[in-house]
């Protein structure tokens, strides 16, 4: 049974992403990628204010001084507020010829996490970068972790001990053991390898449950991964079990997000560029912004510090 998703909007994006629940403000932001748009809303309120950028912003995260970092095609990018200047933090370690940003959040002290995607899709040349501008550090990018080609699914485990992060092609999400003083990664291991996509596989099919997209984390440690193209959210457990599945109404969901008051309202967004007509005129919502009550809270999105 479809569980009870609400839209939240009715105007699709072409690819939703980055949505992140804004506590102070009781908005909902969220990105559209190749619109090179950012877009917030309070929910219920039918107002959507969008703001269009030069570049694909590919994830942002608010900063505690107001404001947003947002990681575009070839660097990262500081915003005093809404709509306001774009400043410069830190340009890219990529050719934007041939990469960008996608997928990213802050970690609990307040650095700015951004993975990237190798858009020829030929080599495994994704990166996952941190920045640290904490007490006027001066901004550097550091690398992370590599061998990917889509970077997706950023998350912290609540205890701030283990660190998520997603290969979308490749179906896996990799796991660590993080210090977050130290900001290390060690102890890498696959938390979870999905099968692949079939050969011959067209969108209305069985057969296929979808590859890892972006992914939020609950307060008791569960991962929630968007599956794209599988038009399912999956919640797995520390220990990697499947203890959930919540049907979509859209084929290809990208990022889950906790929000409400109590952080108890599951945000998705999702995409449409690209898709088949039939699977439009089946899943009309496709590329709008969803809602479903949850029984557990998610974990509040983190502040950037500088």
């Known amino acids: 049974?479809?569980?009870s998703w609400n839209p939240v909007t009715s105007q699709a994006n072409a690819l939703g992403e980055s949505p992140f629940w804004h506590p102070h403000e009781q908005c909902l932001y969220w990105v559209d990628l190749p619109a090179k748009r950012i877009h917030r809303t309070q929910p219920g309120s039918a107002v959507v204010d969008s703001w269009d950028v030069p570049q694909e912003p590919g994830c942002m995260a608010p900063a505690a001084r107001g404001g947003l970092v947002i990681a575009m095609r070839d660097g990262i990018y500081r915003a005093r507020e809404w709509g306001g200047t774009l400043e410069l933090?830190?340009?890219?370690?990529?050719?934007?010829?041939?990469?960008?940003?996608n997928d990213g959040k802050c970690d609990v002290l307040g650095r700015f996490w951004a993975g990237t995607i190798y858009e020829p899709r030929t080599a495994h040349a994704a990166?996952?970068?941190?920045l640290d501008c904490r007490q006027g550090r001066t901004p550097e990018l550091r690398a992370q972790a590599d061998d990917a080609i889509?970077?997706?699914?950023?998350a912290w485990s609540p205890d701030n001990h283990t660190l998520y992060w997603a290969n979308t092609p490749d179906h896996v999400v990799r796991a660590w053991d993080w210090q977050a003083e130290t900001n290390t990664l060690s102890g890498q291991r696959v938390f979870q390898q999905l099968n692949g996509k079939p050969m011959g596989w067209v969108s209305g099919q069985?057969?296929?449950?979808?590859?890892?997209?972006g992914a939020a984390v609950d307060v008791e440690g569960n991962y929630y991964s968007a599956m794209f193209?599988?038009?399912?959210?999956?919640?797995?457990?520390?220990?990697?079990?499947?203890?959930?599945?919540?049907?979509t109404p859209a084929q290809?969901?990208?990022?889950?997000?906790?929000?409400?008051?109590?952080?108890?309202?599951?945000?998705?967004?999702?995409?449409?560029?690209?898709?088949?007509a039939a699977e439009l005129a089946n899943m009309p919502g496709s590329g709008c912004?969803?809602?479903?009550?949850?029984?557990?809270?998610?974990?509040?999105?983190?502040?950037?510090?500088?």
């Open 1 to 3: 049974m479809m569980p």
């Open 89 to 101: 933090l830190v340009p890219a370690a990529h050719d934007p010829a041939t990469t960008r940003f």
């Open 127 to 130: 990166k996952l970068y941190s």
């Open 150 to 154: 889509t970077a997706n699914g950023l």
């Open 206 to 213: 069985a057969g296929y449950g979808g590859r890892p997209d």
């Open 229 to 247: 193209e599988g038009a399912r959210i999956c919640k797995f457990a520390p220990d990697g079990r499947l203890l959930a599945e919540y049907p």
């Open 252 to 276: 290809c969901p990208t990022m889950p997000c906790f929000g409400g008051p109590e952080l108890r309202t599951l945000f998705i967004t999702t995409a449409s560029q690209g898709r088949p």
């Open 289 to 306: 912004v969803f809602s479903l009550p949850m029984d557990v809270a998610g974990l509040p999105v983190n502040f950037f510090q500088e």
